[in-house]
């Protein structure tokens, strides 16, 4: 079944706010994943949060993770244009031998 | 720093043709994954390969095979390909997992099945 739902689908503001995104799972995972996708290339990796912990943050980015609700939010702040993209959370579950589960993904747009 | 190496970049089939996509891993790292992204559609796990043994599947048709090879470098290869098939067929590669690996993933191929 597919995991990593994500809302919303799509997402548009302006430079300089914040933008939020979720995902929800559906099964026990080892870790959650966070990755972007500029159009039609390939997916770079954001951050990664383990099943253990509970927020993280990279530079702009800040990830939380709740296992009891199996959701996980994404917050970029002070958005800029070329963080326009799609952002896909996945996740490895556990039993796996690390293979990840891709969410639908969020397509953000940050206007200038 | 060497990325995931992905060959070719674009290809275009006629239907029922075979293709063969190749994937060279980050040096050093021994697992390789594939996944097939559809038009407007999420990365979907096909197969992975640790240390040239399959690891895991996941959604790949029975059309289509992969293998890794001595030198870690993997091919999928796709036989009666069909329009459905179009999509962006991505490698990655980590070192072999343990809590917490990250993968790499490569620039992809592009397959148009005509």
């Known amino acids: 079944s597919q995991q990593g739902e994500e809302d919303p689908q799509a997402l548009s503001i302006q430079e300089g706010e914040n933008a939020t995104m979720n995902c929800s799972y559906k099964?026990?995972?080892?870790?959650l994943q966070w990755y972007r996708q500029n159009s039609g290339r390939g997916l770079v990796h954001l951050i990664l949060i383990r099943s253990n912990e509970r927020e993280k943050h990279s530079g702009r980015l800040r990830v939380t993770l709740d296992t009891s609700k199996k959701s996980s939010s994404l917050l970029i702040t002070a958005s800029r244009a070329a963080d326009t993209a799609s952002y896909f959370c996945?996740?490895?579950?556990?039993?796996?031998?690390?293979?990840?589960?891709f969410g639908k993904g969020t397509k953000l747009s940050v206007k200038p | 720093a060497a990325g995931v190496i992905q060959s070719p970049r674009h290809l275009i089939k006629e239907k029922r043709e075979t293709a063969t996509l190749k994937c060279y891993p980050i040096?050093?790292?021994?697992?390789v994954y594939w996944y097939q992204q559809g038009p407007g559609q999420d990365p979907q796990f096909l197969i992975s390969f640790y240390e040239k043994m399959q690891s895991d599947k996941g959604s790949i048709p029975d059309r289509f095979s992969a293998q890794q090879f001595s030198d870690y470098h993997s091919e999928l290869n796709m036989s009666s390909l069909e329009l459905g098939d179009s999509a962006l067929y991505f490698c990655a590669s980590s070192l072999r997992i343990t809590l917490g690996t990250v993968a790499f993933f490569g620039q992809g191929t592009r397959l148009t099945v005509v």
């Open positions: 040096p050093r790292h021994d697992t």
């Open positions: 099964t026990s995972i080892n870790n």
């Open positions: 996945a996740t490895n579950p556990r039993g796996s031998q690390g293979n990840l589960i």
